[in-house]
C-alpha cells in the first residue's frame, strides 16, 4: 500500500480531531470544511494507488502462471 497516501490521511485525520476538540466558529467550520475535501482526495489518491498496485502484480502473476487463470 501507498505509504506516502496513508501519512498524508492520517495527518488530516489529527488534524481534524483536533479542531473537533475545540469550540466551534466560523474559522474552524471553514477549516473542517477545506480539510474534509483534502480527506477525501487523499484516500481517492490512495485508493487508485492501491488498485494501480494490485493490477501490476495480477499482471505479474499472470505472466508467471498462466494457465492458473
Same mark, same amino acid.
Given at each position: 500500500?501507498?505509504?506516502?497516501?496513508?501519512?498524508?490521511? &492520517?495527518? =488530516? +485525520?489529527?488534524?481534524?480531531?483536533? !479542531? +473537533?476538540?475545540?469550540?466551534?466558529?466560523?474559522?474552524? &467550520?471553514?477549516? !473542517?470544511?477545506?480539510?474534509?475535501?483534502?480527506?477525501?482526495?487523499?484516500?481517492? $489518491?490512495?485508493? $487508485?494507488?492501491?488498485?494501480?498496485? !494490485?493490477?501490476? $502484480?495480477?499482471?505479474?502473476? =499472470? $505472466?508467471?502462471?498462466?494457465?492458473?487463470?
Amino acid at each position: 500500500m501507498p505509504t506516502q497516501t496513508e501519512a498524508r490521511i &492520517e495527518e =488530516l +485525520c489529527n488534524e481534524i480531531r483536533e !479542531l +473537533c476538540g475545540t469550540p466551534h466558529t466560523q474559522r474552524s &467550520e471553514n477549516r !473542517l470544511r477545506r480539510l474534509a475535501v483534502e480527506l477525501r482526495d487523499a484516500i481517492e $489518491k490512495h485508493v $487508485k494507488a492501491a488498485q494501480s498496485s !494490485l493490477s501490476v $502484480k495480477k499482471s505479474a502473476i =499472470l $505472466k508467471r502462471d498462466p494457465q492458473d487463470y
